[in-house]
């Protein structure tokens, strides 16, 4: 049994990362970041580096540029297209600018390649200035966008800054490296002569996505009349956004939960705890279960497996792979379903084990002569070991097998038979006989509950636990030689 119990966790940890999930962990560089000129017509080398420091392998990677500002750019072709895991691929560039070559400008690097998640974009900007200090026009992006989503949308504002005594047409354009994250339109407006103008950028999500943080490019496109000759500027400005789900990080920080991943399989065991402190059906009487606490690895492997099975299921009823994107119906969803399937959990494997239990567990509530039969069905005898409880000087008979890994044992007072007048010899002599013989508690058992009306049996009342009582075993200590728990009188 423990044997399948490993290869079903084995098969359903494997399961969870063959989902689509996770893309590989790449990124973009260019060096150096900026290049300085003295004029319009100049020369300049540089090079575009793509790592991918995850452990998937890159295909069919490519890079390709673009500039609004005149500049040239040469790519020089890089082989083999395919990048391995954790390696680099780097492009030598080659960068001119005729005369009439407007600046400050950029340069745009696109790299394109195929993971398993699909095709992928990354984009990194190279900005070219000259040695001039004053610049006819200048944008920046005021404003951060933390914790952005559908719920809670972020806005951030753009800065565009006239340095010329002419009024210039400005407008904007944006590209964004996740397609879940929407950026409002901008109008086109124009900025003044030695004026700044501000204007607004709303930015949201989609119903589902990947969490995460993801560059926002914008585009700002100026132009103008300087001299009876038309003139333009193009700038590309980045904005770091951080995408998630409305409450995710609440509920997870308030559970201790790492990821939404994982929170299916962390809700069922929760609500199992839950169900188990109440001790419903008895079930916590089990001396032996199983350390679920957050901090235990089979808090997490049972965890991890639960919330593998839970994506199979979600994805075959509501086709949605919430291991690559999710939202907060998925959220909702996860919540509202996880937790009753802890309870039918517990109720399932309470009410599997309850005949079982009932034959082999003490209970509180139990009478002498069903903790003879229990003892009978643990193949244990009547001689026990004695134990004293905590510091109130109380002993008990340990009426169980002492484990390693176990926390809990049940103790018991000591049985006392008493005959009554009624009692025939025939009764006496066969309890007797079993006492100074086998010691059998099965037979013990049965030969009291045949002389019911002729002999009392009950608890021993001086100096010990009041009946069957499930204790610490860090409470018990001054531990003794075994005695025979039954006193026939």
Request: charged share 15%; proline share 6%.
């Amino acid at each position: 049994m423990k044997l399948r119990l490993r290869l079903a966790t084995l098969v359903c940890l494997c399961g969870i990362l063959s989902l689509p999930s996770l893309a590989a962990d790449v990124s973009l560089e260019v060096q150096p970041a900026s290049i300085v000129v003295s004029s319009s017509s100049f020369t300049a080398e540089a090079r575009v580096v793509l790592r991918n420091s995850g452990k998937e392998t890159l295909r069919k990677v490519t890079l390709s540029q673009f500039s609004n500002d005149g500049i040239k750019v040469e790519v020089e072709k890089s082989s083999p297209s395919n990048v391995a895991a954790k390696q680099d691929m780097v492009w030598p560039v080659k960068i001119s600018g005729p005369g009439n070559a407007h600046f400050p400008g950029s340069v745009i690097f696109e790299a394109t390649y195929v993971s398993a998640s699909g095709k992928q974009h990354l984009y990194i900007p190279l900005a070219l200035q000259t040695e001039a200090t004053q610049k006819p026009v200048e944008a920046s992006i005021d404003g951060t966008l933390d914790a952005v989503s559908q719920q809670r949308p972020g806005a951030v504002y753009l800065l565009v800054t006239n340095n010329l005594d002419v009024p210039m047409d400005v407008s904007v354009d944006h590209k964004v490296a996740q397609t879940a994250i929407v950026v409002s339109p901008v109008t086109p407006f124009q900025v003044q002569a030695r004026s700044t103008v501000s204007t607004k950028i709303d930015v949201t999500t989609a119903s589902r996505v990947t969490p995460g943080v993801y560059p926002i490019l914008l585009g700002v496109n100026a132009k103008w009349d300087w001299a009876g000759r038309k003139e333009e500027r193009h700038m590309t400005l980045s904005k770091p956004a951080t995408i998630g789900v409305f409450f995710e990080s609440e509920l997870l920080k308030a559970l201790g939960v790492p990821s939404f991943l994982v929170l299916p399989g962390c809700l069922m065991v929760f609500a199992f705890e839950f169900l188990l402190s109440f001790n419903l059906m008895g079930l916590k009487d089990y001396s032996k279960l199983p350390d679920l606490g957050v901090s235990s690895p089979g808090f997490w492997i049972l965890s991890i497996s639960l919330s593998a099975l839970f994506a199979f299921g979600y994805y075959a009823v509501l086709k949605v792979n919430y291991l690559q994107s999710y939202g907060v119906d998925d959220l909702r969803n996860v919540w509202v379903s996880s937790i009753p399937f802890g309870f039918l959990a517990y109720y399932g494997i309470a009410r599997y084990s309850l005949m079982w239990r009932n034959a082999h567990v003490p209970n509180s509530s139990d009478s002498p002569i069903t903790i003879l039969q229990k003892l009978a069905s643990n193949d244990l005898g009547i001689v026990l070991p004695r134990v004293s409880l905590g510091d109130a000087a109380l002993f008990g008979f340990v009426i169980e097998r002492i484990e390693d890994g176990k926390t809990m044992l049940w103790i018991a007072p000591r049985i006392i038979a008493t005959w009554q007048a009624g009692a025939t010899a025939q009764q006496r002599a066969a309890l007797q006989t079993e006492m100074d013989g086998n010691r059998r508690p099965a037979e013990i058992a049965t030969i009291l509950h045949a002389a019911a009306a002729n002999v009392n049996v009950s608890w021993d009342t001086n100096g010990v636990v009041p009946n069957p009582y499930h204790a610490k075993v860090d409470a018990l200590s001054h531990r003794r030689a075994a005695e025979l728990i039954v006193t026939v009188v």
